[in-house]
């Protein structure tokens, strides 16, 4: 059995299953990237941080921290927007996988956290696949398997 006050590294999955709204049953600590000194950091220059080191889930964990009643919430919240979009993070990584074509960009993927890789990849994809298709390398081109689902709905729906 444990005390009140005591300390456990759990995962987040089962801190969200025990937090209850109406008792106080746990209490989160903020890992250090998410507090203040960090965040300061961030607001200097988000460039330059290596957020695969920090945390390799940096954004996802961090939405993650906001359900949890925490004071700093705001502040967390505002680092985590400020780190992606405020500062074009996110357009610089897009800018860097389309001009990339045949470079080794592994220097510059590991300071990225895993949801900007995914969008270095994406990038680098797209470019890949116009470059495929300008040389007359695409042999067809195919319907996105979005769009193939919703047609299929429009028929299911006119069939009721």
């Known amino acids: 059995s444990f005390v009140q006050g005591s300390k456990l590294e759990i995962p987040m999955w089962l801190a969200k299953g025990l937090r209850d709204s109406k008792r106080r049953i746990i209490s989160v600590e903020l890992p250090k990237i998410y507090k203040e000194a960090w965040r300061t950091v961030f607001s200097a220059d988000a460039n330059v941080v290596d957020l695969h080191k920090m945390g390799p889930y940096y954004y996802g964990f961090g939405s993650q921290l906001l359900n949890f009643d925490n004071p700093e919430n705001p502040e967390i919240a505002q680092t985590i ?22 470079e080794d960009t592994s220097m510059l993927v590991a300071r990225l956290d895993e949801l900007e890789r995914a969008l270095f990849r994406a990038g680098q994809k797209g470019l890949n696949d116009f470059q495929c298709w300008e040389k007359g390398q695409a042999s067809q081109i195919t319907v996105s398997s979005l769009v193939q689902n919703y047609g299929k709905r429009k028929f299911s729906d006119m069939d009721g």
């Open 81 to 102: 927007l400020q780190a992606s979009i405020r500062t074009d993070r996110f357009r610089r990584i897009m800018d860097s996988s389309q001009n990339a074509y045949n």
